[in-house]
């Protein structure tokens, strides 16, 4: 079969599987006003690498490798995050899952922190560089 | 300042104890500063309609499909909105007690870490802030999701990282350098590797 036409028929033989899961992921993908369609262009994007799409696609199947699921599937021990365990020995780790790594994790407060002025320094710089705000002296800029 | 509604920092911390003891709050004076020291990502201001808007960025995990606060964003705004609806409160009494036709309120922008965005609410955001152009709003809406997505790999990154080369590392500003530099993933990757290997 064409390449071509055997990426289409897959890709809608996955629009009509779809409607008949019922898991976090469908969930998540079902989602209305949540820009799904955003998903799907940067996937298609080039020049982002196979690796960032890969960690995509997992982290979007709750598939990606955390302790709590390595601990799921019997790869690992316990499911306390590896980094809170080996700096902070006092208290008693988190569960290491993608929620707690992308927005709780105390030892990647930092890059977070580094993230979210990326995010915004970008946002605001395309806000301002689109607003038409009208000023006293008549000018719109 | 900016909105002239005071002068002086003494004129302002009256201004506060008296809006606070009208609202039946007594605070110490840590606490005090801490109400005027606060600051929002951002603030806009329109001259023109005399409208002044709370900048507020966030990048919450986009899990939680319901709950009795909300969905994911939701949760995360109101938490947003009860942090600075005190000020918004204030300035706009403020205005009201110096006869300044200034009205405050607050943006919250929310994309969540796997490219969630409510995107009605996110344009009417931006309309708020001048952006009227349906094309520009839909290349703002696309480069935050891209972008996010882009930064929250970094993330990742950055935990395998730390958990194969030293869990200290993530503590150094070499992080902070990386996620601040050009998002060219490969060349960023490059950099990654090369501190694993070499650093």
């Known amino acids: 079969m064409n390449k071509t036409l055997r990426t289409r028929v897959h890709l809608k033989v996955s629009e009509l599987q779809l409607p008949l899961h019922k898991n976090y992921t469908s969930e998540f993908l079902h989602r209305e006003d949540n820009s799904r369609d955003l998903l799907g262009k940067h996937w298609q994007e080039k020049t982002v690498p196979d690796r960032s799409k890969r960690r995509l696609l997992q982290s979007i199947g709750h598939q990606f490798p955390c302790a709590k699921l390595l601990k799921l599937w019997g790869l690992r021990d316990n499911y306390e995050c590896r980094l809170c365990k080996r700096l902070h020995p006092e208290v008693t780790p988190w569960p290491e899952s993608l929620g707690h790594i992308q927005a709780r994790c105390p030892a990647l407060q930092k890059p977070r922190i580094a993230v979210h002025h990326g995010i915004w320094r970008e946002l605001l710089t395309a806000i301002s560089r689109n607003s038409v705000e009208s000023h006293d002296d008549g000018d719109r800029k | ?199």
Not at chain 2, 64 to 74: Q, R
Not at chain 2, 146 to 152: F, I, M
Not at chain 2, 171 to 191: D, I, M
């Open chain 2, 1 to 199: 300042m900016h909105l002239g509604l005071f002068s002086k920092i003494k004129s302002l911390r009256a201004d506060v104890t008296e809006f606070q003891a009208r609202q039946g709050i007594v605070l110490p004076d840590v606490k005090m500063t801490s109400f005027y020291s606060c600051r929002p990502d951002g603030v806009a201001f329109d001259d023109k309609n005399k409208h002044c808007v709370f900048l507020k960025f966030t990048r919450p995990m986009d899990s939680v499909t319901s709950s009795p606060e909300g969905d994911w964003a939701e949760r995360k705004e109101l938490e947003k909105n009860a942090r600075y609806g005190m000020h918004i409160y204030f300035i706009n009494h403020l205005s009201a007690l110096h006869c300044r036709p200034w009205n405050c309120a607050q943006a919250n922008f929310t994309v969540g870490a796997r490219g969630s965005l409510k995107q009605t609410q996110f344009k009417d955001n931006l309309r708020l802030l001048g952006v009227t152009n349906s094309k520009a709003k839909d290349k703002i809406r696309a480069l935050s999701v891209s972008k996010t997505l882009a930064l929250s790999d970094i993330i990742l990154k950055l935990l395998h990282v730390s958990i194969l080369r030293s869990p200290e590392w993530a503590l150094s500003s070499r992080p902070t350098e990386l996620a601040n530099s050009q998002t060219c993933a490969f060349k960023l990757f490059k950099k990654i590797m090369y501190l694993c290997v070499y650093v």
